[in-house]
């Protein structure tokens, strides 16, 4: 497992949708109610960039055909067929900076 720099946490906004790529992974970030999160960013449909869906509350939508994902956990929340969930991933912050692992 490595751990990988994120950013320093002031840079990580509220709601906003970060993404990184960490040892041939894209991974979505994001802060909500204070608390970070960070998990797959290539929906199990077909393949879309999840950061560029739309956030509200939990719930990430993707940009593509509109699977809804828990932003905090990875699973799915609504699609008409089942999708694989999006793997989480742990968060660290040390010396105001977020860390992922992966
Ligand atoms: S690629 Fe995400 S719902 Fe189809």
Known sequence: MAKVVVGKTAEIQEGKLEHITAGGKEILVTKLDGNYYAIDNICTHAGAELHEGELKNSELTCPWHGAKWDVKTGALIS??????????????VENETLYVET
Do not use: E
Request: net charge positive.
């Open 79 to 92: 699609f008409p067929q089942k999708l694989k969930p999006l793997q989480s991933h742990k968060v660290v």
